[in-house]
């Protein structure tokens, strides 16, 4: 289907302003979605990868350099056996289908996460799917897959203590930023913006250490992941546009 002409005007708009280099989104609602249209949940799930990929068009449109999405979360594993085997069915189909556009389109897949748990079908499409982009640089799409943010903090500090025994780290040189470079997202810049969809006011254990700073956009609690659309996601930055960053320090008509 053609884009509303209205997406374009969007986009020329958010372009002309500061476009955040790091979006990193908590897909909220599937399964409320799919109970208010009277679906089973796994279609809200199928729905909402529909949406990932627009999102990921959109992304590249505007210039945004990284996404991070929540898509399995540590926690996520305690849901009924079903709706867990459709989500690890669901990135296998992803990736069959979409691996040549992402690579195409110049992005980059990461994983954040322990993702050498999945079954052997996932985790084999995922290591496919990173070394496939491993070249791409235009942007990165992050996929925390079996991600907590808890979790990756004390994997953070295990492996800072295994360079301490091996002689390789100072304790003394251990700052903010030897703690992020443990971090599955090394190298990256900290997300600018989380946006949530569906309207919970929390975080859930997504990137607690690199969000620090970020701006958050929560969408109202009937917008739920799968009608969260190109028009939806280029609101909340126009949004995060107008927002004053200080990081702790004082506004610019305080100085
Ligand atoms: C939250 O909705 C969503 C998830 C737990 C999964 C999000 C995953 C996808 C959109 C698919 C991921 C796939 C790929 C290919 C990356 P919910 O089920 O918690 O909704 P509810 O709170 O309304 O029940």
Redesign the pocket.
Known sequence: MADNPNIHTLISLVKSKNVPKHVAI??????????MHGFA?SV??RY??E??KELLTVSKAIGIQYIT?????TE?WS?PKE?VDT?MN??V???NREIDNIKKEGARIHVLGDYSVLPEKSRNAVQYAIDYTAENSELHLN?A?NYGGRAELVRAFKLMAEEIQNGKLDINDIDEKTISEHLYTAGMPDPDLVIRT?GELRLSNFLPYQSAYSELWISPKDL??PDFNKECFLRAIMEYQKRERRFGGLANKNI
């Open positions: 908590i897909m909220d609602g599937n399964g409320r979605w799919a109970k949940r809200g799930h909402g990868v949406k990932l999405v929540y898509a399995f979360s996520n849901r709706e989500l669901l990135i189909e992803f990736i996929v897959l569906a739920y992941w």
